[in-house]
């Protein structure tokens, strides 16, 4: 059993910077597809940002150059670097590993971005 506890969010001024953390627990991390989402209200939930198995990563346009993904696998720990935030990036961040037909997520943690 996997389970995935994000943190790290909260309310922060436009132009600021916010580090999410999402720790697991069990057996799988490393080695896996991890991945950051978002759901702002109203709205579906979308993909933020993805590391792959040899730590590729890639991101959604809306957030290329100013979120910066990453892991540490001696903790267990995914992170998402956030800079230069804005509006549109206030919603609920949830984090996702895949492990073959499994998938897991965590319970998410609300970012808002407000003046």
């Known amino acids: 059993q996997v389970q995935l506890v994000e943190s790290g969010g909260g309310l922060v001024q436009p132009g600021g910077s916010l580090r999410l953390s999402c720790a697991a627990s069990g057996s799988i991390f490393s080695g896996y597809p991890m991945g950051w989402y978002r759901q702002a209200p109203g709205k579906e939930r979308e993909w933020v940002a993805g590391i792959g198995r040899v730590s590729v990563t890639n991101y959604a346009d809306s957030v290329r150059g100013r979120f910066t993904i990453s892991r540490d696998s001696a903790k267990k720990t995914l992170y998402l670097q956030m800079n230069n935030l804005n509006a549109e990036d206030t919603g609920v961040y949830y984090c996702?590993?895949?492990?073959?037909?499994?998938?897991?997520w965590g319970q998410g943690t609300q970012v808002t971005v407000s003046s």
């Open positions: 996702k590993i895949s492990a073959g037909l499994n998938v897991y």
